[in-house]
């Protein structure tokens, strides 16, 4: 038994130091395409979502520790995939207006930021004050987009 136990944990250790050797990505690519908020707006957005919805991730030191890092990871490369305020000006129209409501939808629904990040981000939650700016900035936003028609196809 005792020989079992020495041997069982010899070989968790052995296995935790062999996945700090998987490759994870952790970059910050290139701002190429800000997006442009009010500053009280800018401020909330920098500090509950950009860590996953920017290229400005701050990686904490757990996202170095396998296999928190492979989580921390994958949550990034699929929150920037759905939204990269980064990127922002690269959208059409179209994709901006979704993603407007989307970004509404997921905080009235208290899905964004997600509940895993504020274990560790307590100042990312959102509050009433909070979600009420962003409500009123997503709905201003959606707005001026669509009085911005298309010259030619008026779309
Ligand atoms: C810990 C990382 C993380 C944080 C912080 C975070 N998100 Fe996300 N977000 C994700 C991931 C991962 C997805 C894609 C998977 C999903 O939809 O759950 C996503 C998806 C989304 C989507 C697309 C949802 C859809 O309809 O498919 C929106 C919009 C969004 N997030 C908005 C926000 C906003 C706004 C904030 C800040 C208030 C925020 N997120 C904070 C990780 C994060």
Same mark, same amino acid.
Do not use: F, N
């Given at each position: 038994m005792k020989k079992f136990l020495l041997y069982g944990?010899?070989?968790?250790?052995g296995l935790f130091l062999l996945i700090q050797l998987v490759p994870v990505n952790r970059t910050n690519p290139p701002i190429t395409g800000e997006i442009q908020v009010p500053l009280a707006v800018k401020k909330?957005?920098?500090? =509950?979502?950009y860590d996953c919805h920017s290229n400005e991730t701050r990686w904490p030191?757990? =996202?170095?520790?396998?296999?928190i890092s492979w989580l921390v990871a994958y949550d990034v490369k699929e929150g920037r995939r759905e939204l990269n305020f980064s990127v922002w000006q690269t959208y059409?129209?179209?994709?901006?207006?979704k993603k407007f409501k989307e970004i509404w939808e997921e905080?009235?629904?208290?899905?964004?930021?997600m509940g895993v990040y504020l274990l560790?981000?307590?100042?990312?939650?959102?509050?009433?004050?909070?979600?009420?700016?962003i409500k009123a900035w997503t709905e201003q936003e959606t707005k001026a987009l669509s009085d911005?028609?298309?010259?030619k196809t008026g779309k």
């Open positions: 944990t010899l070989s968790l250790g909330i957005l920098k500090t =509950s979502c030191w757990y =996202s170095y520790v396998a296999p059409t129209t179209k994709r901006k207006k905080i009235a629904k208290g899905k964004m930021p560790t981000h307590k100042e990312a939650k959102m509050d009433t004050a909070k979600a009420t700016q911005k028609k298309h010259p």
